[in-house]
């Protein structure tokens, strides 16, 4: 059972994975080492899944896609061969499995509309057989990852973005970072064979440029007494200022770890992060009072157990590298 100090921690962690512990120590109150003794304990406990980095791969060129996939059986043989395949899948940045009508969905990401046809293909020629039927949206915009549900007390600062142009090595650090976001300077360094400086250098510039977004944490939510519901909404007669106050409001409840614009059957995509169903009635209740007359479906899946959270998968390393 978590306490509100290893929630505040777990906040700290998830805004900046590579908070040093006596930064960390300051904000919730303890010593540097009861924080390091706590961050192990939360890493045994697999609370905490791992480090990893929010990369922005639009600004790489890369578009998103959900693919929904319901299976004809599900049983635990079944599961294991789908799941081994796409977690080993080189373009599948997310793979969850849940409740309902869809077995399990994946993000994919491509670089242009013939590659994730390809991709598409490739995907359904391996477990064809096995499906019963698959849908797919695009997302449009990604507007925030964050573990509001654990402390709102810290507020994120917006910086003005600089050009910046990246070459194989700021890749190959990408790589890196998205497995193992609280390594070090001199640990990716070592791993990359160039100097502390290079490393810190190209962090900054990367963190500076906005293709580094933030540095997260992977939390196993069967660990913690917490919920996550992927939700789908389809808005009618839409314009801009009703979608500003849509994005308002989701970006303003404590429940919503992240959401995005989607094209598709759907054109909201939301998770929700909750304690029992009372708070996810309470979320839908709130939704519906202020976008009722506009808000035409809606579809809640409970999230069973994320596989895969890959924010640069190895296809999109093989991509860059290949390119230049």
């Keep these: 059972m978590l306490d509100i100090k290893d929630k505040q921690i777990l906040y700290l962690l998830s805004r900046d994975a590579r908070m040093p512990a006596p930064q960390i120590a300051k904000q919730v109150h303890l010593s540097k080492d009861a924080i390091l003794y706590r961050m192990r304990q939360l890493e045994q406990k697999k609370v905490i899944q791992k480090y990893t980095t929010v990369v922005d791969l639009k600004k790489l060129g890369y578009r998103t896609h959900i693919i929904f996939l319901e299976f004809n059986q599900f049983d ?22 849940s409740s309902g009508k869809w077995d399990v969905f994946i993000d994919v990401v491509s670089k242009t509309a013939e590659q994730f046809d390809e991709l598409l293909t490739t995907i359904l020629n391996k477990i064809g057989s096995l499906l019963h039927s698959y849908e797919v949206l695009e997302t449009i915009k990604e507007y925030q990852y964050d573990h509001k549900y654990l402390d709102q007390k810290t507020t994120q600062k917006q910086t003005k973005k600089i050009e910046y142009t990246l070459d194989n090595l700021d890749f190959q650090l990408l790589s890196s970072l998205s497995q193992h976001a609280r390594n070090s300077s001199i640990e990716l360094a070592f791993s990359l064979k160039i100097s502390h400086d290079k490393v810190s250098y190209r962090l900054k510039k990367l963190l500076q440029s906005g293709y580094i977004q933030q ?17 789908f909404f389809q808005f009618t007669q839409l314009n801009k200022i009703k979608e500003n106050k849509i994005i308002h409001f989701f970006e303003s409840r404590k429940e919503v770890l992240y959401f995005a614009k989607t094209a598709g059957r759907y054109n909201f995509n939301v998770d929700i992060m909750v304690s029992n169903a009372s708070e996810l009635k309470s979320f839908m209740i709130a939704l519906r009072q202020q976008f009722g007359d506009i808000l035409s479906s809606r579809d809640t899946f409970l999230m069973f157990s994320q596989y895969k959270n890959d924010y640069f998968p190895e296809g999109v390393l093989k991509d860059l590298l290949n390119k230049k």
């Design 215 to 231: 540095f997260s944490i992977l939390i196993d939510f069967d660990t913690v007494p917490i919920s996550c519901y992927n939700c």
């Design 76 to 97: 635990s043989k079944t599961e294991q061969h789908i799941l081994s395949f796409l977690i080993a899948f080189p373009y599948t940045i997310w793979v969850t499995t």
